[in-house]
């Protein structure tokens, strides 16, 4: 969905506003550090950190330089320092402006055509900054701007947000970014769904039983406990990550890879879910808010002692089941399943494969149903179960056996972070992989089903403890269960071992 890596882009000017924030530190710099490191910008790109703080000196670039190696332990010392040359720093809050000369001369001091904007910034002022920029004459023709999530917690906060930008800046100018999006592995099911006959000729609901999502977090809150806590995982993970890996597995073919032709597709899946009801949000969903527990590292606190609060209704477990109604995936169950302090973390999605008509063998023994398993992280992988016959002289025995692409083993090259790939389409002008106005539009109005159906209800959070699966680990009715990821079997069946 892009192109190679390494193939070099044109100079461009780069401008992260909360630059010296820990997003900034820990993935925008270091990806573009990357980029550099392997020769796909050079120094005559430009750089510019605007944040509220005073750096007297050279201390930002001193700060800059810590994190790099801090985020790249094999990073080339020569090419870090390259790499802080690139950036400079000028203090400016673009709500309270100073107008300060510097900034006016860095703009000046450019015929570069790309312009990129990266709001690094809580959504409630990015208004204020395109306002800002706008004001001062920065914004040209192909400029871009880059908008983090989340962009508000609603319909009414995200459509504000949206509206805001837009009188600044066109559709086409906007890049909403989902790092979900860049990853690797992500990328690559519009190659095998789309690249493989066998995988797109049953991915269908004549041949698909159910669908599962989950990506599940080992760790707590942490120092995001005042955002979480007005958040919680239905918001700040379903609504974007989860959303689009669905959209990825459901969509039909694009005619090409145009952007627009690919966010169609995906437009027309979000409209097609199914919005929940008072009946069938008691059934098909689930909430949870983690109490103590114990995890690989020992015991850890609940997630109000976390958050230093008494009493909050914010859920960090969600399990949902939904459908996607139209003529592909017609009564096909899509299982999402998110949740903080599991006792292990991964992404991946499953397609289970309906079972054969019939068991024509002697043994008559229960046949497990052909599965394709995705990993994300860690350890992308992609597998296929199948039934297989063990060898020996004795009948038509069998069992299933996985077929693994193990890509650590496969390609050997360093992976680049889901931040690099999606920098690089910035300056380079492609919005495949980023969000339309119109998709996130659609997305909450599908959350908004559950939010006011979880609030009509009174839906409350079931409890589970730290390092656990999560309220009851699944979600049943009478044709379908919540399938346990392969991936927690695994690390079960080796703790056993262990544990002799």
Same mark, same amino acid.
């Given at each position: ?50 944040? =509220? ?6 201390? #930002? ?9 801090? +985020? ?30 510097? /900034? ?14 990266? /709001? ?23 400029? =871009? ?22 009188? $600044? ?49 080992? %760790? ?20 974007? +990550? ?11 073919? @694009? ?61 960090? #477990? ?24 599991? @006792? ?6 499953? %397609?289970? #494969? ?36 063990? @060898? ?8 299933? #056996?996985?077929?693994?692409?193990? $890509?650590?083993? +496969? ?29 996130? =539009? ?7 089903? %559950? ?28 044709? +379908? ?20």
């Amino acid at each position: 969905m892009s192109d190679d890596n390494n193939q070099k882009i044109p100079d461009f000017d780069l401008i992260i506003f909360g630059g010296d924030g820990d997003l900034a530190f820990r993935k925008i710099f270091p990806a573009l550090y990357h980029r550099l490191n392997e020769g796909q910008i050079d120094e005559k790109s430009r750089i510019l950190a605007i944040a =509220r703080t005073e750096y007297p000196g050279d201390e #930002f670039g001193k700060t800059l330089k810590g994190h790099i190696l801090q +985020h790249v332990p094999d990073a080339n010392k020569a090419d870090v320092a390259k790499f802080v040359k690139m950036v400079s720093y000028i203090p400016e809050d673009a709500t309270n402006p100073k107008r300060d000369e510097r /900034l006016k001369t860095w703009f000046d001091d450019t015929s570069r055509e790309v312009r990129a904007f990266y /709001l690094a910034t809580p959504a409630a002022i990015f208004g204020n900054i395109c306002k800002y920029l706008n004001d001062e004459g920065y914004i040209t023709p192909s400029a =871009r701007v880059v908008l983090e999530k989340p962009l508000g917690r609603d319909l009414e906060s995200s459509e504000n947000v949206n509206t805001e930008v837009a009188k $600044y800046f066109p559709e086409e100018q906007i890049y909403r970014i989902d790092h979900y999006l860049g990853k690797e592995t992500v990328q690559n099911l519009m190659v095998l769904r789309f690249a493989n006959n066998i995988f797109e000729r049953a991915w269908n609901a004549q041949d698909v039983d159910n669908i599962q999502i989950t990506v599940a977090e080992s %760790i707590g809150v942490g120092s995001r406990g005042g955002y979480y806590d007005n958040y919680g995982a239905l918001r700040d993970m379903v609504q974007n +990550h989860l959303l689009q890996l669905l959209c990825l597995i459901a969509m039909e073919p @694009p005619v090409t890879l145009e952007a627009d032709l690919v966010r169609d597709e995906k437009l027309k899946v979000l409209k097609a879910l199914r919005p929940y009801t008072t009946e069938t949000i008691k059934t098909h969903t689930v909430r949870g808010q983690f109490t103590r527990g114990n995890t690989g590292d020992g015991p850890v606190k609940s997630y109000l002692e976390e958050i230093e609060k008494f009493d909050s209704s914010t859920e960090t #477990f969600v399990a949902l089941k939904t459908y996607v109604d139209n003529w592909r995936w017609g009564g096909v169950p899509f299982y999402l399943r998110t949740g903080k302090r599991m @006792p292990h973390r991964y992404s991946e999605i499953v %397609i289970n #494969f309906k079972p054969v008509p019939h068991n024509l063998f002697p043994e008559r023994k229960k046949m497990v149903n052909n599965k394709l398993t995705i990993r994300l992280q860690p350890e992308e992988r992609i597998e296929l179960t199948q039934m297989v016959k063990i @060898p020996g002289p004795g009948g038509y025995r069998y069992k299933p #056996f996985s077929l693994e692409l193990d $890509y650590a083993d +496969h390609f050997t090259q360093r992976f680049p972070d889901a931040y690099e790939r999606l920098l690089m389409d910035v300056v380079r002008g492609n919005q495949t992989l980023f969000m339309r106005r119109d998709e996130v =539009r659609a997305s909450w109005v599908w959350i908004e089903s %559950i939010l006011k159906n979880w609030s009509a209800t009174k839906q409350p959070n079931i409890l589970y403890e730290a390092g656990t699966w999560g309220p009851g680990h699944r979600i049943m009715n009478s044709e +379908h269960e919540w399938i346990r990821s392969r991936h927690v079997a695994k690390v079960q069946e080796n703790e056993a071992k262990k544990n002799g």
